[in-house]
């Protein structure tokens, strides 16, 4: 597919947008969009629901998501995150293309930067140098919420 119709496909859905990650320079975002899609969605709309196949990953342009995990007790939730504009979900179902690890609902009307696990592969094929940037900034972000994770447990224990 050449860049031309890859940024008519997916990247124009993205024009003006404010995706502006700290992992990566104004350029390296400008191309990192042509490979994505922006899909919204409305308060309460479940996004992605624990254990059930994944094959996305998705940065908040806006909006905010609550990631929560069913509780012992039917019909009962634990908040786990908030995930505001900037913020990242997702990312290990959308790397691996495996089972998501919680439940992801919008707290209010969304807006998401997608990258499905199809086109991070063909990222990783055309521009392998960036698709790594995106998979550090995975990485980082993960260590940051098992420190988290953590620092929580151990309070409790």
């Known amino acids: 597919m050449d860049e031309e119709r890859l940024a008519s496909d997916r990247g124009s859905a993205v024009a ?7 992992f ?5 975002a400008s191309r990192f969009q042509l490979y994505c899609t922006v ?4 308060a309460g709309a ?7 196949p994944g094959d996305f990953l998705a940065f908040v342009l806006a909006g905010k998501l609550a990631v929560r995990k069913a509780t012992a007790f039917p019909g009962r ?3 786990v995150a908030e995930i505001e ?5 997702g990312e290990c179902a959308g ?3 495996g089972e998501r690890a ?3 609902v919008a707290v209010e009307p969304s807006r998401l930067l997608v990258l499905t696990h199809e086109q991070l592969q063909e990222m990783m094929a055309r521009e392998p140098d960036l698709a790594f940037r995106l998979l550090q900034w995975i990485i980082l972000v993960q260590g940051r919420r098992l420190r988290k994770a953590s620092e929580r447990l151990s309070w409790i224990l």
């Open 77 to 79: 939730y634990i908040l």
């Open 39 to 42: 899909d919204e969605f409305a």
């Open 16 to 22: 003006g947008s404010d995706f502006r990650p700290e």
């Open 46 to 52: 479940m996004l992605m629901e624990d254990g059930s």
């Open 102 to 104: 919680a439940t992801v």
């Open 95 to 97: 790397v691996v293309k």
């Open 24 to 28: 990566l320079s104004p350029d390296e």
């Open 85 to 89: 504009a900037g913020g990242l979900v």
